[in-house]
Structures are given as structure tokens and as C-alpha cells.
């Protein structure tokens, strides 16, 4: 795998993709296939769809799905709606923070295309030009059946190896970083690092 | 020249091997009995199991330096430590004379030693995770001690194996009045030492996005998870020992075990969370003055 990281060479990940393990990857894949994290980040109207998947009528617990507070353990990041620039900055920033491999699967129309917010000045539009996204879900908004069709798929797609939007960002990251400093101008990462340092 | 005690280096190794598997069983029992309560279907009842898998099999970890990478470890090392000082279906591999003493302060250690390595990552919600962590333990150390005294001055001794031989002979610790008190009080502190849902303040998901836990993920957390199944089944059997008078076998002590679990996983399922005051001023208030009479009792 190429090695393209962020400015900082040395930001303290651990990287092991050794040929030693490739006998267990069939094995790893169930169980990512199995057990995948929900970030609990809920963008746009598509947050309240998903309450209804975790309780009694559909839970997706059944399929190992459990919703996880922290990045740092999520595999699976849902983008529930319009996307603003606003927003897309915490995106970007929660998705990084993400350990590979993670998958985003996107609800409604509006990463898609916009959606009905096509010709507004203040929605991205395309959603796959700044984060590869693994699986979409059209419509406006979703039904719960449909997401839970998605997250089938995505099961399905991660099985046989299709889900590799992780892999993608990292070989295409000047294509992901070009278009995101287009939208948000040159260091937009420094300035709202330095907005935060404050409270840590 | 030094003689190598194999069959207890392989008895050590196995117990520690079968605390692992059942301490994941128990954590899947945990996920499913809390998802048959609220009437859901729940994950399968090896789902830790897969959930260990997986975070092995990422493909990145990030540290925070060496404290950070220490932690873990040591909470898992001190958990394997407390197990291997309980009497297990007649195994023991370190005894002592006190080794109830020592065993009640080995089960609190894993929990600081995760403190360690979270404070380490600088994440502000650590921070915050380990304050209400370390007020918790503060809060339960004087009933849990009280249920303890009251438990020594009854029977009299201070060895795991001697509690359980006199409760074979007279009967279990809880048909005694004095201790089933000390029973109520041990049983409070249990939930809180268990993490479970009246004080489970210190991974509060929903506050404060897991505490301690919100910097870990792949190899670390995968280390954390099997350092909670090494710990639900020392503190589990812990408890059997104490109070449900002991195991001659494994599958005794298991179904123990899961009575012990099951308590707790009803009360947590029903009750809401405490907030840090709240619960420090009802550990101080009725599980102190339900140990204090237990105490008294038994004097």
C-alpha cells in the first residue's frame, strides 16, 4: 500500500499490513462484516431514521451493528443528509480520525446530487469528490427498509472486498486534498485545529 | 538448577484460556439478556468474540506514546493477577494469608491502570471520564470495605479457600443475617465495579463518548476487551467465593457466575444513570448504613 500521509509524517500511527496476516483476511473480513461500528455522528433530517433501526421492530444489533461514540473505534461512519461546507470540515476531520479500514454510507439524495437543495449556495453537492463514499442510498428521505437494505449491502460489498473507499483515500488523497482546499482555501486544517486548542 | 512445575504452568494456562472464552460468554449473555429485555432480537452470543476479531484486524492504531501503549497492559496484567489469587474449582495458584485482601485491591486496579493510559492520550473526555472514574472508586472503597469487614469478622479468616470450606461445612455466607446485609452492600458496589447501569458515570456513552475508552481503538482496544472478560470473571467468581459459598467444580462455580451476573444485569436494565454527586452521596448514605449495621451484626 503507498504510504501518503497527512504534513505530519511522524503523527504516531501504527501501520501493520503484513504479509504474515494476509491467511486470516478472509477471517477479519467476517468479522468486520459482522461487527461493524456505527460513528454516532448524525448529519442533516436522515439522523432520525435511524433510532427506529436500533429498537425492537428492525434492530440491527442482530447483525453485530452497535452505535459507538468514538471515532477511534467506528468502522462505519452514516452521513444522514445535506452536507454544508460547515459540516464537511467535521466530516473530513471525523474521518481521518477513523482507523482503516472504515466505510461511510450515505442517506438520501442530497450527498448524491443536492437533492432539493440543488441550487442552494451552501450544500455540497457532490459528497464524492472530498471522501470516498462506499455505499449510497437514494431517495428523500430513505425508508428505514432502505437503509437497512444499504447496510445489507454494505455487509455484502465488504465480504467480498468491493468496500475499499478507505484504500481509495489514501491513493487518491491529492485528488480528495485538492478538491477539499478548493472549497475551503489553502490550511483550513491549521485554522480550525487552532480554534480548538483552546479547550484542550 | 530449578524444577518446572509443568502441570501447574499448563493448569495456570488453562484456567486463564477458559476465564477468557467464559468472561466473553458472559459479555455476550450480557448484550443478548439486555436485548431480550427491551424486546429485541440481539447480536449472537459469541458477538464480543467477533468484536475482538475485528478490532485485531485493524489495519491502523494510533499511540500516544509509551505510557498510552502501558496502560492496557497493565490493567489486563492485573486482572490475570486477581484471577490467579481466587480459589477456582479447588485451583489456586498464589495464596496467601490475606488474599482476600489482596484480591479485593487487585480488582481495582485494572481500572486504574486503564486511567494511566487514557490520561496519557490528552483527549479532553478522558480527562473528564477519569475524574468521575476515580470519584466512583473513591465513593464505593467505604461500603465495599465495610461488606468485606463484616464477611472477615464472621468467619473469622482472611483466606479465600478457608471462607469457602467454612461455608461448605455451615452453610452460604447469605443464609447468615448479618451478611445477607453485607450481601446487599457487596452487591451495589458490584454493579459499580462491573461498570453496569446505575454507575456506569464512567463510560457514559452518551455523555461523555466512553471516557476513558474514547482514544482506544484496533490492537488497544481489542487488549481492553479482553482485559473486561478476563475481569468479569475474576469479579464474578470473586463473588461466588464470597458469598455463594464457593465451587468444588467448574460448571458449580459457572452456574454461580451467572446467577451473580444475571442480578446485575436486571437491576442495570431497569435503572437509569446516576450522575457523579448522586451517586457518591448514595454510596455514602444507605449501602454505608446498611454495612455499618451488618458490621455491628457481627461484632
Known sequence: MSERRDVNENDGVIHYELQEFQVFEPLFRWARKKSLWIVAFCTGCGGIEIPPLATARYDYERFGIMPNPSPRMGDLFLITGYVTPKTLKRIIVTYEMMQDPKYILTHGSCPINGGVYWDSYNVVKQLDKYIPIDVSIAGCMPRVEAVMDGIMEIMRKIESGEADGWRRYRENYDYYRKNQDELFGEGWREKEAKRWLAWI | ?299
Open chain 2, 1 to 299: 538448577m530449578v524444577a518446572v512445575d509443568w502441570k501447574l504452568i499448563l493448569e495456570a494456562i488453562g484456567i486463564l484460556i477458559y476465564a477468557i472464552l467464559v468472561g466473553f460468554l458472559f459479555m455476550g449473555i450480557e448484550r443478548k439478556a439486555m436485548a431480550r429485555i427491551q424486546r429485541r432480537v440481539g447480536p449472537p452470543i459469541y458477538q464480543p468474540l467477533i468484536d475482538t476479531l475485528k478490532l485485531l484486524g485493524k489495519k491502523e492504531s494510533i499511540s500516544h506514546g509509551f505510557i498510552y501503549d502501558f496502560g492496557p497492559i497493565f490493567a489486563l496484567a492485573a486482572s490475570i493477577a486477581a484471577l490467579l489469587f481466587i480459589p477456582i474449582a479447588n485451583f489456586q495458584l498464589f495464596s496467601s494469608n490475606a488474599d482476600l485482601i489482596v484480591v479485593a485491591y487487585l480488582l481495582e486496579v485494572p481500572m486504574l491502570g486503564i486511567m494511566l493510559g487514557a490520561m496519557s492520550s490528552g483527549n479532553p473526555f478522558s480527562a473528564l471520564g477519569v475524574q468521575r472514574g476515580l470519584l466512583t472508586m473513591v465513593a464505593m472503597q467505604l461500603p465495599y470495605g465495610l461488606a468485606l469487614i463484616a464477611l472477615v469478622q464472621h468467619w473469622g479468616t482472611f483466606k479465600l479457600t478457608e471462607i469457602a470450606a467454612l461455608q461448605q461445612v455451615q452453610g452460604w455466607s447469605i443464609t447468615v443475617p448479618a451478611l445477607l446485609l453485607a450481601f446487599i452492600v457487596f452487591d451495589i458496589v458490584f454493579q459499580a465495579m462491573l461498570g453496569l447501569e446505575p454507575f456506569d458515570i464512567i463510560t457514559a456513552p452518551a455523555e461523555i463518548s466512553m471516557g476513558p475508552m474514547v482514544e482506544y481503538g484496533g490492537k488497544h482496544a481489542a487488549i481492553l476487551f479482553t482485559q473486561h472478560a478476563v475481569q468479569l470473571f475474576a469479579e464474578t467468581a470473586f463473588f461466588a467465593v464470597l458469598f455463594l459459598g464457593g465451587a468444588s467444580n467448574l460448571l458449580t462455580l459457572f452456574l454461580k457466575q451467572l446467577a451473580v451476573l444475571f442480578i446485575a444485569i436486571f437491576v442495570a436494565s431497569i435503572y437509569p444513570r446516576f450522575t457523579v454527586d448522586q451517586a457518591a452521596k448514595f454510596f455514602w448514605k444507605w449501602p454505608t448504613i446498611i454495612g455499618i449495621i451488618a458490621v455491628l451484626l457481627t461484632v
